[in-house]
């Protein structure tokens, strides 16, 4: 039996949408606009009627829509942002590069996202800033982490590169998309996102009128004329290709989620009853959109499953095996105190293949293999 297992389907995904993406790249190369023109404008309008955010700057991918957002806010050397300690690089790496203190926080155990309550304590009268990541495809606790901004003064950027269309849900019962719920929000659209492009993309997101023109100029050479340029900027564009096909697959987004959502409670009934492993927690305010399923192997033997799992052909990723502040560069950034629960999430997580296209028999495949991995 040979099976073709992966960890995204990136190629059965556009098979399904083939001959509408096919022509919609086939009109922008006839219309020659590659960057900006109709394209474009539709998909940032489209995009902005799905999050319900009022403004939508596309740029070239995720981690210069992070950096766009913190030099919007006008910061200065030395500042302190707030992040998880349990995240992609690119969240802190942005920080530093500007010049700004990455204040590395703890996570929830079970959540994997930052908590009003773990970040407190960080608070000095350095910080300026907090970046909540919403890990994985759920939303972190944004009621409180906003309301503990309010309280301090912070501005809060949601790294919502892993979680567009997930719901947040208030106490009083509103419900926002993450992304639009912190002064900015910031996405990516790197081809194995939930809406991934077929190259780099990102998107910065707010409903502030004033920080969307400092955005929209920041992204643009610090232009807000052609020509004139008022503060220092970047140069980072989304391409018409790229928002051409974002634009048709972000019709499918919720179906796309759907089909993870099928798949992740698929993989949550026959984990269930395996002592060993802990199964994805749901944040109790959030919708999850399961950028990854997420494992966590708590017998110790996290390494030896992902060799099992290798052996019999089925991929899996450790997301992510590095705590942040042990990371060479982010040393010096750390104050030599371990956090707890990153600690024991970057020995125990693991992540197993999880996308659009998965079909039942796959996942039983997998299934049997993980379990019988404990059962040896
Ligand atoms: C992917 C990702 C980014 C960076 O996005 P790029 O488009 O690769 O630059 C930033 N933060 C998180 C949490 C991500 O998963």
Redesign the pocket.
Known sequence: MTRDINMVDLKGQYRALQSEIDAAVLEVVRSAYFIGGPKVQAFKENLGDYLGVKHVIPCA??????QIALMALGLQPGDEVIVPAF??V??AEVIGLLNLTPVMCDVDADTFNVTADLIEPHISEKTKAIVP?H?YGQSSDMEAITALAKNHNLHVVE?N??AIGADYTFADGRKKKTGGIGHIG?T???PS?NLGAYG???AIFTNDDDLAKMLQKTANHGQSKRYYHDVLGVNSRLDAIQAAVLDIKLKHLDSYHAARQKAAAHYDKCFGDTPELQTPVRAKNSSHVF?QYTLRVKNGQRDDLKTYLQENGIPSMIYYPVPLYKQEAYKKYWNGKELPATEKLSDEVISLPMHTELDGETLDFICEKVNEFFRK
């Not at 991918?61 to 992070?66: C, Q």
């Open positions: 991918n995720g981690t210069d829509a992070l995240t992609y690119a969240t990541v890990l790294d590169a892993q910031c990516s659209f790197y996102k780099d993309g990102g950028h």
